[in-house]
């Protein structure tokens, strides 16, 4: 499928699992919860978003069969099988803009200094870690500590041996 060079997302309810791994990767992704499948439509065409669902009823709407609307229709139930398909199909990069997007509300992170952090994140993160970022929705603070470096390693094995867990 052909999609935009950064392309954009939203992530229906029934596969959300696959926005956090999208915004890890760096792609701009909304979260859908609601069941107005219109409006899901709607919010995709006018921000330029591709669909990604479970939902065969989605794909037989007339936007999106006349490729008004990009949509993927996900196949497996494993998130890393979803991961896989859409990663594949839609070619896109786990290397794409790590480390710049919340996990949580899907918003630009800004860059942060040591000094700024200080008294925001643990002492032995301060002391190992100099690079931070931060969410100016959630002001959630990132760091590449262990837990988004073993998230990058499972990122990466999403395009290798996806039967090796
Ligand atoms: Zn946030």
Redesign the pocket.
Known sequence: MEVAESPRFIVDHNVGKLAKWLRMMGYDTLFFSGDNDSRMLALAQKENRVILTKDTQIMRRRLVTKGQIKALLIENDKPELQMHQVITTLNLDPQFRPFSI?L??N?PLRERSQTQVKDLVPPYVFQTQSQYME?P????IYWRGTHWQAMTRKLAGFMNNLTEE
Do not use: G, K, P, T
């Open positions: 919340c949580e509300c918003q969410c929705a959630c002001h959630r």
